[in-house]
């Protein structure tokens, strides 16, 4: 029986525990058999990171590891806010304090799987972040459809069709963080088919080109990804972070120009890794225009 | 001829969704008749339903009988920019 550590970087964003998961890795190229994940240090987890945690833990209890979680102290703030966010009880270990309650800012993580996802998205999240927002839903529209891409492409793409979302809403500056993590084969099994031997950094690269789709489905056209960055990059100035694997690329928006920057060393597991792969999508909405409920259609082409 | 999007399908999210309105639309595509394609009650379409009920028309009609053939009414800013910049995508290809 092997067994590992897991310890949870002072500020758990999703790079720092995609680098941490990169050393374990390393350290364990089989997987282990047991693994403890450690909270003693943390200090902080962002959005990012509690997707990115809930998808790993459940990556590794379905490939047959025994998963620990220790040094938990109700007391650190981190852990309160973890356990505030239901991460305890959906990870099936029940709350820490009974007393933990979802915060009105926090959209607890979810278990987003096909048929159901569409109509979670549409009928709860979209109008809680209305609510918070002050946005029509109809102005959100465009986000809907961006998260419903994603979804859509966990369900294209991926054997287990399972994946989560987590988001954290700040009123003081009108920001809002979705985090969306699967631990399905991630984008670079798919891209292969297209290109062969290409890194996962590269397979990121193709897959967000508009029309570069591996036809997982005879259907698709490689719209999905090209489009998140469209809106929420381009059209909205936010930021949005693709993980996938061993490749991690941040895409935002410089003079109305998509920037990508990649994170790490160009896919190698030397940088960091991830199980299946993570969205993480950072926007302002007052950079999100109004749109009433109809407009009139014109052909543009 | 009008099509109710919502009387066809209850969202328009995915491929088989598309599917269901671009048999509906061939159908109608008959007759001589405009097609209105009406999107009233709908909050948003994805990409994934937009390549199965509009773009997979390609191949059978040309982008100009698309463009005088099917009148597209009650859209907002999301569902009107996503058809648009599929079929502009397209043109381009």
Known sequence: ?301 | MAILITSLVSACDTNVQGDVVRNAIIDALKSDEKVVLDFAGVANVTSSFVNSALIALLPDYDIETIKSRIVIKRVNRQIGNMINRRFQYEARA
């Open chain 1, 1 to 301: 029986m092997t067994s590992a550590t897991f310890d949870m970087p002072p500020r758990s964003s999703g790079t720092n525990l995609y680098r941490e998961l990169g050393k374990l890795f390393r350290t364990f190229p089989e997987r282990p058999s047991k693994l403890e994940i450690n909270f003693g240090k943390l200090e902080f987890i962002p959005p990012p990171g509690v997707a990115f945690l809930g998808n790993m833990t459940r990556w590794f209890e379905n490939m047959g590891t025994e998963v620990w979680f220790v040094d938990l102290d109700i007391e650190n703030p981190a852990i309160k806010y973890l356990d505030d966010s239901l991460f305890f009880e959906h990870q099936g270990g029940g709350k820490l304090d009974p007393r933990s309650a979802c915060r009105n800012t926090t959209h607890p993580l979810k278990n987003v799987t096909q048929p159901d996802a569409h109509g979670w998205l549409e009928f709860e999240f979209i109008p809680w972040l209305s609510e918070r927002s002050g946005l029509s839903t109809v102005s959100l529209a465009e986000v809907s459809s961006c998260i419903k891409e994603v979804i859509n492409n966990i369900s294209d793409h991926t054997a287990n069709d399972e994946g989560y979302v987590f988001a954290q809403w700040y009123p003081k500056i009108n920001e809002i963080i979705i985090s969306i993590a699967d631990f399905g084969c991630g984008i670079r099994e798919n891209v292969e088919k297209e290109i062969p031997e290409c890194n996962d950094v590269d397979a990121i690269l193709w897959a967000t080109e508009e029309g570069n789709s591996s036809k997982s489905l005879p259907s698709n056209r490689g719209a999905g990804l090209h489009y998140l960055l469209l809106n929420i990059v381009l059209g909205f100035r936010g930021v949005v972070y693709i993980t996938s694997q061993a490749g991690r690329v941040k895409f935002e928006n410089r003079k109305g120009n998509l920037y990508k920057r990649v994170i790490g060393n160009e896919g190698e597991m030397s940088s960091g890794y991830c199980v299946g792969t993570s969205i993480d999508i950072t926007i302002f909405t007052d950079n999100i225009p109004h749109a009433d409920d109809e407009e009139n259609f014109e052909w543009l082409f």
